[in-house]
């Protein structure tokens, strides 16, 4: 996938769900894997010709893993012009050291979160990007059906009124595959995620499952995403399909 076409799926949802007005200062969320690297350079390219001028920063929440180097994440910022901010934290310590969890995710994604709004917040942002994309959601809605027994996704846009902060989703139209091509396309400078059950989780699970329905059932992926986008899924924002 090239960065035009990035872009394109990025408007396309920034304008259709009203991601962006006038005067926000927007953080990129960098874990630093392919999903959030892509997200970087789609902000960085949509803030050149938004009609709507924005500022635009990234920030990582750091777990702690001591193999974990992000300094080609912040020579490809300095590269862009956005301003970089690396969280120090111990999650990783708290979680497998002292807790010994062994189903750590919910709660890893809980303190994540925490410490990357309160940074956000920190620097002055109003807004926090998130770089979902349509297989997120999609696994996303069936792991909800499944073990919770409810029809649920990411919404594209949300305000988190504790933090007086709107979450965005920018990448909602973009699939993971098209990531992939990007990624390789422009050699994204990818930190491999040390994480030791990455790849042992429900979320992989369901990504698997996806990738079985969809073989068997040719374009099921597309029909599930398509069924949250016409869902009507409490807490959505409402979907302009007249603002391209």
């Not at 500022?55 to 910022?77: H, I, Q, W």
């Not at 919910?106 to 926090?128: F, H, P, T, Y």
Request: with cysteine.
């Amino acid at each position: 996938m090239k960065l035009q076409q990035l872009l394109s799926y990025t408007r396309k949802a920034v304008d259709e769900y009203a991601m962006i007005q006038e005067g926000d200062h927007i953080a990129v969320g960098i874990s630093g894997g392919k999903d959030s690297l892509a997200l970087l350079y789609a902000m960085h390219g949509l803030k050149r010709f938004y009609p709507k001028p924005f500022e635009l920063s990234a920030v990582t929440v750091d777990m702690g893993y001591s193999e974990c180097d992000f300094s080609p994440v912040a020579k490809l910022c300095q590269e862009l012009g956005v301003p970089y901010q690396i969280v120090k934290t111990d999650i990783a310590h708290i979680l497998f050291d002292e807790r010994k969890e062994t189903n750590p995710c919910s709660l890893c994604a809980k303190m994540r979160k925490g410490s990357l709004n309160k940074a956000v917040k920190e620097m002055g942002c109003n807004k926090v990007a998130y770089a979902h994309h349509t297989d997120d959601m999609i696994e996303t809605m069936l792991l909800s059906m499944l073990f919770e027994g409810r029809f649920y996704s990411f919404s594209p846009r949300s305000y988190l009124d504790r933090m007086d902060l709107t979450v965005i989703r920018p990448m909602m139209f973009v699939t993971e595959a098209d990531v992939i091509g990007f990624k390789n396309k422009y050699n994204l400078p990818v930190v491999t995620s040390r994480c030791p059950i990455d790849g042992y989780t429900k979320r992989q699970y369901a990504k698997e499952l996806v990738a079985q329905l969809n073989r068997e059932h040719p374009g099921a992926k597309q029909r599930m995403f398509t069924a949250i986008l016409n869902g009507n899924i409490k807490g959505w924002p409402q979907r302009n399909l007249h603002k391209r």
